[in-house]
């Protein structure tokens, strides 16, 4: 509980050091609980970065005081806690969202919303126009977009839906394709079972023939491939070079054998 006073307040925007510092002091547990919340990668704290955000937060503070144009206590914590959640946040982005610029990483926001917090269905959907309006991305850009928000190894990145709860897409790929449920439990979060995980898939995938294996990866979004899904098989035909006739036939049987060779390493595992 934040405890300053108007007076603290009305001093501290008058730049009186010891009413500035009574309200760093009242608000530095929430910088850092907001820091921790936001320096979350792959589902897990980020020590480095939650210190980074932590300070970027104290001074997003300090900046604050003499902004704040309100009236009474509520409303000057209200103003403190907006503005820091907003300064964490695009901190974050710029350190975790590399590659793209700001203004495509907010429209993908946007597709991800959406979406339902798919990222998947936010690449198709950011190339939408009647969505996205005149925002709407290419389809390379939508797919660099994707990336960054995921990471480069997407089978390792976070995917959040709109309950603000956090999964790995090395879990997702189990629920699409007809791996064994065991290994999308909560335990595959730790990084040893999500890397497994990864490579596992990855080392599978390998062993289709080089169709197959193109159109899973299409399927599903898995780098390097873009994200096709199953209602834009005549883009993927295109991509591939093959009939849209044969697309549906060479998901199935890709289906098939990945089951087939997914089950046998398990019973190897075993």
Known sequence: MISLTEQQISDAKNNEISAVTAVIQATEDNVTNLARRYARTN??????????????????????????????????????????????????????????????????????????GDPFEAERVATDPEVMGDRRMSRETA?????????????????????????????????????????????????????????????????????????????????????YGTQNDEELAQALGVPRARIRSIRARAHARFETLWLRGADSDA
């Open 43 to 116: 589902g897990t704290p980020d020590d480095a970065l939650s210190e980074e955000l932590t300070q970027i937060g104290r001074v997003a503070v300090w900046e604050a005081i003499r902004r704040f144009q309100g009236n009474g206590v509520a409303s000057f914590i209200s103003y403190i806690d907006r503005t820091v959640k907003g300064s964490l946040s695009d901190a974050r982005k710029r350190e975790t969202r590399k590659g793209v610029s700001r203004s495509v990483a907010a429209d993908f926001e946007r597709a991800l919303r959406a979406s339902g």
């Open 143 to 227: 797919y660099a977009a994707r990336l960054s928000w995921q990471g480069v190894d997407s089978l390792d990145a976070v995917v959040t839906d709109e309950a603000d709860n956090e999964t790995f897409l090395g879990e997702v790929i189990p629920g699409a394709l007809p791996i064994p449920g065991d290994l999308a439990e909560p335990s595959d979060r730790e990084n040893r079972r999500r890397r497994a995980l990864r490579e596992r898939v990855h080392a599978t995938l390998s062993q289709l023939g080089e169709q197959q294996r193109a159109v899973l990866k299409g399927t599903y979004g898995i780098a390097p491939m873009p994200y």
